[in-house]
């Protein structure tokens, strides 16, 4: 049996080089994904709060898009992930298409709910997400016509 070094290759940066058997360990995990969630799905409630219906659905959209590449690094979450971007991310998606803003509200405190769950089923009991008490102020929130 030949070691894996044998047939290792080296990764060129431009500023260094590492073995491509050390990229797993420098992409990005939970820690790192999850605060950009977050980000997409702060911006996807005040979104939908203002009646954007294009902003709320895109912000929603890379929210999962992140969820799927953390769940993809760390497969540990791959189950319980494809459930919660089935059942509670796929009840605010209809919201959004519906451009139900009152189901919205309801669908979004059971989807940050059902986050924190999946926090404490993970012993992060101490990660409990809240919506930020302000709207972003990166984004004009104003829906296009």
Sequence with gaps: ????????????TGKGTFALSEL??????????????GAR????????????????RFQL???VNLMEKGAFLRPKYAENM????TDEVGALSKCIEAEDWEGFESAFT???????????????????????????????LTPRQ
């Design 82 to 85: 494809d459930k919660f971007v």
């Design 110 to 140: 059971a989807m940050v709910d059902a986050a924190n769950a999946y926090h404490e089923l993970y012993d992060k009991a101490f990660l409990r997400w809240k919506i930020p008490d302000s709207p972003p102020p990166d984004l004009d």
């Design 61 to 63: 959209k890379e929210a």
């Design 24 to 37: 797993g360990s420098l992409m990005p995990g939970m820690a790192e994904i999850m605060p950009l969630v």
């Design 1 to 12: 049996m030949s070691d894996t070094a044998d047939h290792d290759h080296e990764i060129d």
């Design 41 to 56: 799905i702060w911006k996807c409630y005040y979104a939908g709060k203002a009646g954007n219906r294009a902003l709320a």
